[in-house]
């Protein structure tokens, strides 16, 4: 089976609520009006707090270009116009506000949003953080507006009830059912933090962006993705958990972008080999290889070796979910964590700092680089030149400030530690794709 992320969004198989014979005999024959218990009423309430998105846009593609060929030549970027679909949420009906998935609207110069009564409008980006999924935007309007209100998803449980609202396949709003199959779903390749709820509810192109929702009408999360083959589903789909989504849309709202804070660790799964090396009743929780020195977590008091069991009093069972939680809040928020230490449970407090971009002194990497500054980009993007000293060998070499280094020796390469790492590797000659002012080049450093 594949897992992806749906280009739109995701929609849910039909499930009816299951009845066994003794109950259903002692039902009576007239509820609310309606002959059999129904969730209309409910889908009445919550379904015009979700929306249609329709996006156009242009998607860019670089040319192929063995640069050994023809030194002077230069590589050329052609965009290739696209539509799409999906759906979104209304979280705030006096201003407008829309969560939705951020790559359903990745790359999108319009986007057109639909009310359930047919109303559309011209929607535009707050902001979007790729790492959790997840775009804001705004439309402005004097028609009124009716919003969905947010579960607290940390206590949701295996086996609730759950409504998907959304837009599959450009059909137009369609509810599904399904329960919660399961809680923390991670490891699926999917973004940099994965928490995901997992549905037993079908899943088809459209509905990414869509609502979750329980049987109160409110949002338990936002749907993203599905396990499955050839545009179908097989009842396996995924959702962001609301609390994340409320935490990520403030930010995004405030800012226009995350300020996502930072505890400071490194650490991995608890293990049963650990738990019995660490005397520890239970096989979950989130284990500390590491303290980064005057972090948030060392002014804490977390060391290497504790088991971090709980953040804000929610159960926390893996590494994973951690992450995930602590990279959704901003920098500044007090963190009360529970943890194993010395074989004894406590409670720390910990206020997240400010997540610092990698920065490094080009000539660390390569010589040939002398004279640059180079960081880490937004989003995982590749790596920024900050600056470069005049007369200086990077700058003989072509290298500018504000270049986005994409690439090396027609490798794709995300961040400096991937820099790093693929020119430890290089041979004496390194082939940069480099971004400038959209445009695709290659420098050509021997």
Do not use: W
């Given at each position: 089976?594949?897992?992806?992320k749906?280009?739109c969004s995701?929609?849910?198989t039909c499930?009816?609520?299951?009845f066994?014979i003794n109950?259903?005999?002692?039902l009576p024959?007239?509820?609310?009006?309606q002959r059999?218990?129904?969730?209309?009423?409910?889908?009445?309430?919550?379904?015009?707090?979700?929306?249609?998105?329709?996006?156009s846009?242009?998607?860019?593609?670089?040319?192929?270009f063995?640069?050994?060929?023809?030194?002077?030549?230069e590589?050329?970027?052609y965009?290739?116009?696209?539509?799409?679909i999906?759906?979104g949420?209304?979280?705030?009906?006096?201003?407008?506000?829309?969560?939705?998935?951020?790559?359903?609207?990745e790359?999108?110069?319009?986007?057109k949003?639909?009310?359930?009564?047919?109303?559309?409008?011209?929607?535009q980006?707050?902001g979007?953080?790729?790492?959790?999924d997840l775009?804001l935007l705004?439309?402005?309007?004097d028609?009124?507006?009716?919003?969905?209100?947010?579960?607290?998803s940390?206590?949701?449980?295996?086996?609730?009830?759950?409504?998907?609202?959304?837009?599959p396949?450009?059909?137009g709003?369609?509810?599904t059912?399904?329960?919660i199959?399961?809680?923390g779903?991670?490891?699926?390749?999917?973004?940099?933090?994965?928490?995901f709820?997992?549905?037993?509810?079908?899943?088809n192109?459209?509905?990414?962006?869509?609502?979750?929702?329980?049987?109160?009408?409110?949002?338990?999360g936002?749907?993203?993705?599905?396990?499955g083959s050839?545009?179908?589903?097989?009842?396996i789909?995924?959702a962001?958990?609301?609390?994340?989504?409320?935490?990520?849309?403030?930010?995004l709202?405030?800012?226009?972008?995350?300020?996502?804070?930072?505890l400071?660790?490194?650490?991995?799964?608890?293990t049963?080999?650990?738990?019995?090396?660490?005397?520890l009743?239970?096989?979950?929780g989130?284990?500390?290889?590491q303290?980064?020195p005057?972090?948030?977590a060392?002014?804490?008091?977390?060391?290497?070796?504790?088991?971090?069991?709980?953040?804000?009093?929610?159960?926390i069972?893996?590494?994973?979910?951690?992450?995930?939680k602590?990279g959704?809040?901003?920098?500044?928020?007090?963190?009360?964590?529970?943890?194993?230490q010395?074989g004894?449970?406590?409670?720390?407090v910990?206020?997240?700092q400010?997540?610092?971009?990698?920065?490094?002194?080009?000539?660390?990497?390569?010589?040939?680089?002398?004279?640059a500054?180079?960081?880490d980009?937004?989003?995982?993007?590749?790596?920024?030149?900050?600056s470069?000293?005049?007369?200086?060998?990077?700058?003989?070499?072509?290298?500018?400030?504000?270049?986005?280094?994409?690439?090396i020796?027609?490798?794709?390469?995300?961040?400096?530690?991937?820099l790093?790492?693929?020119?430890k590797?290089a041979p004496?000659?390194?082939?940069?794709?480099?971004?400038?002012?959209?445009r695709g080049?290659?420098?050509?450093?021997?």
């Amino acid at each position: 089976m594949l897992l992806r992320k749906l280009s739109c969004s995701i929609i849910f198989t039909c499930y009816l609520l299951l009845f066994t014979i003794n109950s259903m005999a002692a039902l009576p024959d007239m509820l609310n009006g309606q002959r059999m218990p129904s969730l209309a009423p409910l889908v009445d309430r919550a379904s015009p707090a979700v929306v249609n998105i329709a996006i156009s846009g242009n998607f860019s593609t670089q040319t192929t270009f063995t640069p050994f060929a023809d030194p002077d030549n230069e590589a050329q970027i052609y965009s290739q116009p696209f539509v799409g679909i999906g759906s979104g949420v209304i979280i705030d009906n006096q201003n407008g506000y829309i969560i939705t998935n951020f790559h359903v609207i990745e790359n999108a110069t319009e986007i057109k949003i639909t009310l359930k009564s047919g109303l559309e409008f011209t929607a535009q980006v707050i902001g979007h953080d790729k790492h959790s999924d997840l775009a804001l935007l705004q439309i402005k309007t004097d028609k009124a507006l009716t919003q969905i209100e947010f579960a607290n998803s940390d206590d949701i449980r295996v086996g609730d009830f759950v409504l998907a609202i959304g837009n599959p396949f450009g059909l137009g709003q369609t509810v599904t059912s399904g329960i919660i199959s399961a809680l923390g779903r991670s490891g699926l390749n999917l973004g940099n933090l994965e928490n995901f709820i997992q549905t037993d509810a079908a899943i088809n192109e459209g509905n990414s962006g869509g609502a979750l929702i329980d049987l109160k009408g409110q949002l338990v999360g936002i749907n993203s993705a599905i396990f499955g083959s050839d545009n179908g589903n097989i009842g396996i789909g995924f959702a962001i958990p609301a609390n994340m989504v409320k935490n990520i849309a403030q930010q995004l709202r405030q800012y226009g972008q995350v300020r996502r804070g930072i505890l400071g660790i490194k650490g991995q799964e608890l293990t049963p080999e650990l738990a019995d090396a660490f005397a520890l009743d239970s096989p979950h929780g989130a284990f500390i290889k590491q303290v980064t020195p005057y972090s948030a977590a060392e002014k804490a008091g977390l060391k290497a070796g504790d088991v971090i069991i709980s953040i804000g009093g929610s159960t926390i069972k893996t590494f994973a979910e951690l992450r995930a939680k602590i990279g959704s809040l901003r920098a500044g928020t007090r963190v009360e964590l529970g943890v194993i230490q010395n074989g004894k449970a406590v409670i720390l407090v910990a206020t997240l700092q400010l997540s610092q971009l990698n920065k490094t002194k080009a000539h660390l990497l390569h010589p040939f680089l002398a004279g640059a500054i180079l960081a880490d980009a937004d989003e995982n993007t590749g790596v920024k030149v900050t600056s470069v000293a005049k007369d200086s060998l990077a700058q003989h070499y072509g290298l500018q400030q504000g270049d986005l280094i994409i690439g090396i020796n027609r490798r794709r390469i995300n961040n400096l530690s991937e820099l790093a790492q693929m020119i430890k590797t290089a041979p004496e000659i390194l082939v940069l794709n480099i971004q400038r002012d959209k445009r695709g080049l290659y420098l050509i450093l021997n």
